[in-house]
């Protein structure tokens, strides 16, 4: 027992251990233990431009203002801009003032001076009214004023749900909570005014001075039932790298047994895409078979998403197929690692990621671009200027990455 613990191959084992612990901590609980929420970009869409909304958009912008809030507000001038921004990605929800919100809240003020007016008077005798033509002109025009129950100002909250579902959160809880404060502020103000000049109100009526702001929530790119709470492309993304990963690793060792003079020959780098293609295409299958046949998960169109998952396999198989080739079995952790580091950071918005993991891994890592196109393919439709970026960006990997398979053919192996 002694021998082997004063052995130095067992404090390598343990150095070994701890190497893997460390960069699996660092990755997983160090990444997610370093997120914060902060200046996550909403649209503000003032459709109606009078004096009120400018000043609550201004009073939301002021909140807004610090570089460490939760949300990033940025002006919209047409309401119809923003589906070409939730198909773009440029924002995670929207804040829309309704085109009669000023006009909503000055026939409110009016209503609630006609009813100070006429508690005023209620007991006043009409001659007496009458004979004072400036009383007279303002009971007629508190009658004019509450002739009609006034509608309640509207802002409606949108969530771009599909382009993630922890941001879409955010925003359907914390814009409507601030909408909502923004309602009590008015309430007690006219609640107030109200009291202090002994005005009773019905039912019908409380309910506008109780909430003269009505907040309601839209949700767009909805994420579908079965959608593993929007999760789905990630997973996606693993499968496929695993996927990619065992077939590499398979037919890298299978391949390697046939290698001449120690090097791999063009014919069998040939053989290793053949094949390459060939396990994408099963492991696609695979994955259509138990994701969406077996599991139910949504998939708009099957074809374009059939193509989807060849298109990253085959781009993995690529990168993983490159590394094995120049540095044989000792490139397995390369692969691993860069699957553990990736799966710490590209589940949330990268507004939520530290400057750290930020520029230290989401910046390179080629998983971000694949769950990117998953999203584009699963929840947004028409989404083909954000999926062209990731195309070029993956389909350059893969390029890159073949360039080097070849030239490992000039690479003489010491691998026996």
């Known amino acids: 027992m002694w021998k082997v613990i004063s052995s130095k191959m067992f404090w390598l084992y343990a150095v070994a ?28 869409v003032n459709a ?4 009120q909304s400018k000043k609550i958009v201004s009073q939301l912008k002021d909140k807004f203002s610090d570089s460490d809030a939760q949300l990033k507000l940025i002006n919209v001038k047409k309401e119809s801009s923003l589906k070409q921004g939730f198909t773009d990605k440029k924002y995670y929800g929207a804040l829309v003032i309704d085109k009669d919100f000023d006009k909503s809240l000055t026939s409110q003020q009016n209503y609630l001076k006609g009813l100070v007016i006429q508690s005023k008077t209620k007991d006043m005798p009409e001659q007496a009214i009458a004979a004072n033509d400036q009383l007279k002109a303002q009971v007629q025009a508190a009658k004019s004023m509450t002739q009609t129950l006034p509608s309640q100002a509207k802002i409606r909250v949108i969530a771009n749900q599909g382009m993630n579902s922890q ?51 839209q949700i767009k790119n909805k994420l579908p039932n079965k959608s593993v709470s929007g999760m789905a492309p990630m997973l996606l993304v693993v499968l496929s790298w695993l996927s990619s990963l065992i077939a590499s690793i398979l037919l890298w060792r299978e391949h390697k ?61 690529l990168l993983q197929t490159c590394i094995l080739n120049w540095a044989g079995f000792a490139g397995w952790p390369i692969l691993i690692l ?79």
């Open 257 to 317: 047994k046939h290698a001449e003079n120690g090097r791999f020959s063009l014919s069998t780098i040939n053989s290793q895409m053949v094949t390459g293609i060939v396990m994408s295409v099963v492991a696609s299958l695979t994955i259509y078979f138990f994701a969406h046949t077996l599991f139910g998960v949504p998939v708009p169109d099957t074809g374009s998403f059939l193509l989807l998952l060849m298109f990253n396999i085959f781009i993995f198989y």
């Open 17 to 44: 251990v701890f190497a893997v612990l460390a960069i699996f901590s660092f990755a997983q609980i160090g990444a997610r233990n370093s997120v914060e929420l902060k200046q996550l970009p909403v649209a503000v």
């Open 167 to 217: 941001a879409s959160s955010v925003v359907t809880t914390a814009l409507p909570k601030i909408s909502n404060t923004l309602s009590d502020g008015m309430s007690q103000k006219m609640q107030g005014a109200l009291k202090e000049n002994n005005v009773t109100l019905s039912t019908a009526q409380w309910q506008v001075i109780n909430d003269p702001i009505k907040v309601s929530t």
């Open 48 to 51: 109606s431009g009078d004096q």
């Open 338 to 416: 860069i699957m553990l580091l990736s799966m710490g950071v590209v589940s949330y918005p990268k507004e939520m990621l530290s400057p750290f993991f930020l520029n230290g891994i989401y910046s390179w890592t080629p998983l971000r671009f694949a769950i990117d196109l998953f999203t584009n393919n699963l929840y947004i439709s028409r989404s083909s200027a954000t999926s062209a970026t990731d195309y070029i960006v993956l389909s350059s990997i893969g390029v890159v990455a073949l360039v080097l398979i070849y030239l490992s053919s000039l690479l003489k192996r010491k691998e026996k």
